[in-house]
T-cell receptor
Framework: QKEVEQDPGPLSVPEGAIVSLNCTYS??????FMWYRQYSRKGPELLMY????GNKEDGRFTAQVDKSSKYISLFIRDSQPSDSATYLC???????????FGDGTTLTVKP | DVKVTQSSRYLVKRTGEKVFLECVQD?????MFWYRQDPGLGLRLIYF???????EKGDIPEGYSVSREKKERFSLILESASTNQTSMYLC???????????????FGPGTRLTVL
C-alpha cells in the first residue's frame, strides 16, 4: 500500500464549478502538506503549503488538512479553464528535505 | 524567485549510450533531487543529495548514478541507456533552514528523454 493515495481522476468540470481534490496518507509523522500544479509538459510548481492541521486560503484556492483522519484536500472555487492541469499532493516529515508525492489528479475545466 | 534549470528539454539517445542530465539551481539550496515521471506511476525518486558530494538512493536508483561536485549543480547519469529509461526527468531543490524545513521543492522544467 502506498504511503500517499490520491484520488486518481481524471476530473472534468464546467467553468465556475467548485473542485475538490483529495489525498489520504498513512504516515502519522507527516507535518508539512503541499499541493503542486503541473501544466502539460512543464515541471510541477508549488501552489499551496500548510503546516499541521487546519485551513489555508489563497485567492480561489483553499488547502485543508485533517491530521486526525490523515486526509488533505484542495478546493478550487470559481474554477477557470486556466486551472486545467495535473494536481499533485505531497507531504513530508519536515527534517530531511524529502517529500512523498501522490500520483496526481488531472483536472480539465471546460469553458 | 527560485530558478531551477535543466540542460535539455528534449533528448534522444540510443541504447547503450552514456547520458548526462544536468540541473542547476540559483538559490543556494542544500537539497537536490532527481525524479522520473511516467503515466500511471507518478513521480518516483531516483536519487537525492543533502550536500556537496553527498548522495542517497531514492526509490528507483538502479541504472542511474549522480554527481554533486558543487552546491548548485546536480547531475544524473545513465551509464548505459536502455529503452525502459525513456521518461520525463525532473530535477528539484529545497532549502533546509536550521532545525526546521518546509521541504517545499522547486522543480525544473523537465527533460523528456527518449531512448531508441
Amino acid at each position: 500500500q502506498k504511503e500517499v493515495e490520491q484520488d486518481p481522476g481524471p476530473l472534468s468540470v464546467p467553468e465556475g464549478a467548485i473542485v475538490s481534490l483529495n489525498c489520504t496518507y498513512s504516515n502519522s509523522a507527516f507535518q508539512y502538506f503541499m499541493w503542486y500544479r503541473q501544466y502539460s509538459r512543464k515541471g510541477p510548481e508549488l501552489l499551496m503549503y500548510t503546516y499541521s492541521s487546519g485551513n489555508k486560503e489563497d485567492g480561489r484556492f483553499t488547502a485543508q488538512v485533517d491530521k486526525s483522519s490523515k486526509y488533505i484536500s484542495l478546493f478550487i472555487r470559481d474554477s477557470q479553464p486556466s486551472d486545467s492541469a495535473t494536481y499533485l499532493c505531497a507531504m513530508s516529515v519536515g527534517n530531511a528535505g524529502k517529500s512523498t508525492f501522490g500520483d496526481g489528479t488531472t483536472l480539465t475545466v471546460k469553458p | 524567485d527560485v530558478k531551477v534549470t535543466q540542460s535539455s528539454r528534449y533528448l534522444v539517445k540510443r541504447t547503450g549510450e552514456k547520458v548526462f542530465l544536468e540541473c542547476v539551481q540559483d538559490m543556494d539550496h542544500e537539497n537536490m533531487f532527481w525524479y522520473r515521471q511516467d503515466p500511471g506511476l507518478g513521480l518516483r525518486l531516483i536519487y537525492f543529495s543533502y550536500d556537496v558530494k553527498m548522495k542517497e538512493k531514492g526509490d528507483i536508483p538502479e541504472g542511474y548514478s549522480v554527481s554533486r561536485e558543487k552546491k548548485e549543480r546536480f547531475s544524473l547519469i545513465l551509464e548505459s541507456a536502455s529503452t525502459n529509461q525513456t521518461s520525463m526527468y525532473l530535477c528539484a531543490s529545497s532549502l533546509t533552514s536550521g532545525t526546521s524545513s518546509t521541504d517545499t521543492q522547486y522543480f525544473g522544467p523537465g527533460t523528456r528523454l527518449t531512448v531508441l
